[in-house]
């Protein structure tokens, strides 16, 4: 009997029909939905521009660009992989999907906030890209858009200030609304401690969304104050300070990477106890250790500027800070794999590229650490040591964690299952070609090769050889692994509704869920992460 | 912590009510890099932030604080009004919080072209022509004042829907939430100009 | 947190508040008058403090709200305060 609340979420029909039952839907799991399908295009639009960057390089001198091209593609690159992947990425589709479902709640607080929310991130996103396409050129300033040079470049910058600042002010409400939403919506029983772990993550996020996010707006908008009216604050001719520019940009980006990390964690969180089917090691840890590499988070971000000219104090200050935030993370490291140990291992895709993330988040953490010690930071800073060690902690990192929550949630989302095989393949191509295109640049980068570089000298050669071939076989994994997931969604076999013996609130409804999530609103007596065997309920 | 889950409008309101709050910290923040920026320069030129204020009027200003002083208490008795069911007042109080937030941008709007006369705006060559420390001044002041006064307007058209919602009785003693959050912003934008006010005005 | 709980100001204490406000500004104004050289920052800022907390907790009611809240506000200011304060750390050992 099946009333109108249990009908799949992908086929009700309210007051609005056909394509407007999905532009105006105020249902976070068609949002989540929304924000996955324009994640997917532009990740690939991306992609695809840093895949023609790996191809320029593969030979010293001119290969198939100028290098005022090559310029405005490392710029947009960053722009939209930074501002419309990365950051959002994790938090807008699983976040909104499974926040309310996770603490049994049938929607987030502000439902209509959360449309808008994805209005201003294609508006945003599509102002990004419009940017490339306007008369004066795309902007050649990098993402991180330091002055001098943003503020004298003639090329279109102020379209993709504008086009960061909307995706900012996005960012801002998505946060504002899960807050709300952990705040008041859990569901009865559901005390802070027994929540699962990735609403936590999500919770250490939304903090720092919407307390970070203000500032790069500010900054964004004194940038403009220059370009337009010469307002000075970070002109030395007027006595302003560039510094400062970096100063203001760094204490909204530093955190920023932790927004696109925490939930990231929170995500294999959630994966490692079900595939080990073992509760978490160490639930009040990872709480702390999620809250701890928030707050320790806002205070290191100048060791991005260790060369920039700071205070020898500062200096200090931001590498000592750097290296006590390290340790909540490797606290996770820890947990997660003490949650492996002595569980029954079932290695599906999610879990693969779960243990992956480990791996490769890993590499890129131990690497911050030599770029946050002060001495060594001199030799590696601005070289390609720099870009391999974020592709490692962001690609690696949050995008293997990508990689395995849509592997992990795929059958709940789309009530099918993908073929396990192509997905095992495609992650074969992954690891390897992820490994072979950033790797190399580690090595390049110590031995002197510069970042953001067009050209090169001869000896870093076969470096950026390898690099590129590594770059083609990663693509063409991405590839084959969307494929895999899209012949899936369309006519893959349909999917239980628990096909990972999963024992969080997802698992007990049908898949995929129906319009409201639950029948009735359960009522929550034990922790989480029960897999009923010796553990008495608390 | 306690849990609510039962979906009243009473929950909705504490709901909507912590929504407005976390609004807040952002623009906070928002105005807090400009207060960043403010404080590197006036530590570093302190002497001639002292002399570019001068410029300012301070009468101006103090008046432009009262009117926001005085504003903040007439949307608080709005709230209060509201609460105990008083429609008339609440309406009579709205109308006095908005016409003195548009003194207050009807004196923002003479100080500066007053001082766009005389050929102080960011990017004029007086400015051009004087010490490092006094043409930072005039930038901050701009940009605060300006950012501040945007606020203002938003502020004035947050509580003229709210008083048209008043009058339709769509906001009444039991449902106001739109009032209380109106009224949040509003003393924000009155918060912020307590702190814009003596680091611009006074620190002659 | 039922309603009925809730706090209603009364007109005659959001008057008192204020006239407080407005002897602070004065005091604020006047001390411009006086030559305290780098002290003027300071009471500046002491006045300004005093009045945002004033306004905050009785205008805006964060009095009577929730600790939760009151632990966010504050937590604000003070993480905004070792922003500024770790900026410093730079600048001033230039």
């Known amino acids: 009997m099946a009333s109108e609340t249990q009908v799949s979420y992908l086929e009700y029909q309210g007051r609005h029909k056909g394509i407007w039952s999905w532009l105006l839907s105020t249902d976070h799991k068609r949002i989540g939905l929304l924000y996955l399908y324009a994640v997917i295009v532009f990740f690939f639009i991306a992609a695809f521009l840093g895949l023609l960057m790996r191809i320029e390089l593969i030979a010293p001198g001119r290969t198939i660009m100028e290098p005022q091209t090559y310029n405005g593609l490392f710029t947009i690159h960053g722009i939209i992989m930074i501002f419309v992947i990365v950051i959002p990425g994790l938090a807008t589709i699983f976040g909104n999907f499974f926040l309310p479902i996770l603490i049994g709640a049938r929607d987030v607080a502000f439902p209509r906030l959360n449309l808008f929310s994805w209005y201003l991130y294609i508006l945003g996103a599509l102002l990004g890209v419009a940017s490339q396409f306007m008369k004066s050129g795309p902007p050649d300033t990098g993402w991180t858009f330091y002055v001098p040079y943003s503020v004298e470049s003639s090329t279109s910058v102020i379209w993709a200030l504008t086009a960061a600042f909307i995706l900012g002010f996005s960012s801002i409400l998505t946060g504002l609304n899960f807050i709300v939403t952990i705040h008041r919506m859990r569901a009865p029983g559901m005390k802070w401690m027994r929540m699962p772990l990735f609403p936590w993550a999500l919770y250490a996020t939304a903090w720092i969304q919407v307390l970070a996010t203000p500032i790069i707006g500010i900054t964004l908008m004194m940038v403009i104050a220059e370009r337009v009216l010469n307002i000075g604050f970070f002109d030395p001719a007027l006595g302003g300070d560039p510094v400062l520019f970096q100063h203001l940009f760094w204490i909204y980006s530093h955190p920023a990477v932790y927004i696109m990390i925490l939930p990231a964690m929170g995500v294999v969180t959630e994966i490692f106890p079900t595939f080990s089917q073992k509760p978490v090691f160490g639930y009040g840890a990872i709480v702390l250790s999620s809250l701890a590499i928030a707050f320790v988070g806002y205070f290191v971000w100048g060791h991005h500027m260790f060369t920039a000219g700071m205070s020898y104090s500062a200096r200090w200050f931001f590498s000592f800070l750097t290296f006590i935030v390290a340790i909540p993370s490797a606290i996770k490291v820890f947990n997660w794999i003490s949650t492996m140990y002595g569980g029954s291992i079932d290695l599906k895709p999610p879990l693969l590229y779960a243990i992956s993330f480990i791996f490769l988040f890993m590499i890129g953490g131990f690497t911050g650490l030599v770029l946050g010690s002060l001495a060594t930071n001199v030799q590696t800073h601005d070289t390609a040591f720099v870009v391999a060690h974020f592709h490692y902690i962001i690609f690696g990192g949050m995008g293997f964690a990508f990689f395995a929550a849509i592997h992990y949630w795929f059958p709940k989302m789309f009530g099918r299952m993908y073929n396990n095989k192509v997905a095992n393949i495609a992650w074969g191509f992954n690891f390897v070609g992820f490994n072979l295109l950033y790797f190399p640049l580690f090595i390049i980068g110590l031995q002197g090769m510069p970042r953001r570089a067009y050209d090169y000298l001869p000896q870093f050669h076969t470096g950026h050889f390898l690099s590129t071939i590594g770059a083609f076989i990663l693509f063409a994994g991405l590839i084959l692994m969307v494929y895999n997931l899209i012949v899936a969604a369309r006519r893959g076999v349909k999917a239980p509704a628990n096909p990972w013996h999963g024992v969080t609130l997802e698992w007990k409804i049908p898949s995929p869920p129906p319009h409201e999530n639950f029948e009735e609103i359960p009522e929550i007596t034990s922790k989480p992460y029960f897999f009923g065997k010796k553990e008495e309920t608390k | ?204 | ?94």
Do not use: C
């Not at chain 2, 807040?24 to 920026?37: Q, R």
């Not at chain 2, 200003?61 to 429609?87: C, E, I």
């Not at chain 3, 205008?59 to 937590?75: D, P, S, Y």
């Open chain 2, 1 to 204: 912590m306690a849990v609510h889950q039962i979906h009243t409008e009473h929950t909705d309101s504490e709901t909507g009510k912590l929504g407005m709050w976390i609004f807040l910290f952002t623009e906070l923040f928002l105005f807090g890099g400009l207060f960043l920026v403010y404080s590197i320069f006036r530590a570093k030129y302190s002497a001639e932030f002292h002399v570019a204020a001068g410029e300012l009027n301070a009468f101006i200003g103090t008046l432009n604080t009262v009117f926001l002083l005085v504003s903040s208490m007439t949307v608080a008795m709005a709230l209060a009004a509201m609460q105990k069911g008083d429609r008339r007042l609440t309406l009579f109080l709205l109308m006095v919080t908005i016409i003195l937030a548009a003194l207050f941008i009807l004196n923002k709007y003479f100080e500066w072209s007053h001082k766009f006369e005389y050929g102080i705006y960011p990017g004029s060559p007086v400015l051009k022509n004087m010490p490092h420390g006094e043409l930072l001044f005039f930038g901050l002041y701009y940009m605060m004042t300006g950012l501040h006064a945007l606020h203002v307007l938003i502020g004035m058209v947050l509580l003229s829907i709210t008083t048209v919602r008043v009058r339709a009785r769509r906001i009444n003693s039991t449902r106001y939430l739109m009032l209380e959050n109106s009224a949040l912003y509003w003393h924000l934008v009155d918060l912020i100009w307590i702190f814009l006010f003596p680091l611009l005005y006074l620190i002659t």
């Open chain 3, 1 to 94: 947190m039922k309603q009925d709980e809730k706090h209603i100001s009364s007109y005659s204490s959001l008057a008192v508040v204020l006239t407080i406000l407005l002897v602070l500004t004065t005091i604020s104004v006047l001390a411009t008058g006086f030559h305290l050289g780098p002290f003027t920052v300071v009471l500046a800022l002491v006045i300004a403090s005093t009045k945002v907390f004033i306004v905050l907790t009785q205008f805006m009611h964060l009095k009577f709200e929730n600790l939760f809240l009151r632990l966010a506000v504050t937590g604000v200011f003070v993480l905004f305060a070792l922003v500024v304060i770790i900026t410093f750390v730079d600048y001033y050992f230039r």
